[in-house]
């Protein structure tokens, strides 16, 4: 069955340390998608990517990066994280543009900055 | 810009009361409306749709129905069970802009057998 993992579950790093959460999708979808969940904020859109070498800012993107060089995977990268950073991470994935059929969810990496 | 605003929970019921959870959003063009769900420690799911006006989604004894003229998506269900506990999301997209979900703050539902 099509799936989309994130990898890892639970992360803890120092402040300052690059960090690399990984996203794994096998539906093809051409859209991915970078989410962080807080109290109170719901989900905030951190990039976004319409396809391979495509990639896109979100609405809290500073300090996040990623790169999209094959279908599957778009990693999202901590350059120097921060406390603030602490956060569930969401990837989800979806159809091409013009048929939309919903976002597929991953289950998520709990990233704690101490 | 675009923006979905939830009712403020954290919601607490007894097991088959009624619920609802209010939903009214701003958009810029004509949005299609969804409600996820988000269950302890798992991703969220869809749960219902709507993508035009007075289109009701259903799924799983919860319905919502895309109100225009309110600017309203209110997700409702007759009889809550204690599984239906959770975090439920609404949220909208602008298909012929960006294709990107705006996602309301999430209501924590709590149902009590």
């Known amino acids: 069955d099509a799936e989309i993992t994130q990898s890892p579950r639970h992360k803890i790093t120092e402040t300052g340390r690059q960090v690399t959460l990984a996203c794994h999708q096998t539906w093809n979808h051409n859209n991915m998608f970078w989410y962080r969940q807080d109290l109170g904020h719901g989900l905030r859109l951190i990039h976004y990517s319409y396809g391979v070498h495509d990639t896109n800012k979100g609405e809290v993107s500073d300090g996040y990066s990623v790169s999209r060089s094959n279908t599957e995977d778009l990693p999202l990268t901590l350059e120097s994280a921060a406390s603030s950073q602490t956060s569930v991470y969401f990837c989800?994935?979806?159809?091409?543009?013009?048929?939309?059929?919903?976002?597929?969810f991953g289950s998520g990496t709990r990233l704690t900055v101490v | 810009g675009n923006s979905v605003t939830q009712m403020e929970g954290p919601v607490t019921l007894s097991e088959e009361a009624f619920l609802t959870i209010n939903c009214t959003y701003t958009a810029t063009g004509y949005p299609s409306l969804f409600w996820y769900v988000q269950y302890p420690g798992e991703g969220l799911q869809l749960l219902l749709k709507?993508?035009?006006?007075?289109d009701k989604g259903s799924n799983k004894g919860f319905e919502a129905t895309y109100r225009k003229e309110t600017t309203s998506f209110h997700l409702e269900k007759g009889s809550v069970q204690v599984s239906d506990s959770a975090v439920y999301f609404c949220?909208?997209?602008?298909?012929?802009?960006?294709?990107?979900?705006?996602f309301g703050q999430g209501t924590r539902l709590t149902i009590n057998p």
């Open positions: 949220a909208l997209i602008l298909i012929q802009g960006a294709q990107k979900l705006v």
């Open positions: 709507a993508t035009k006006a007075d």
């Open positions: 989800a994935s979806s159809e091409s543009k013009g048929t939309w059929q919903g976002y597929t």
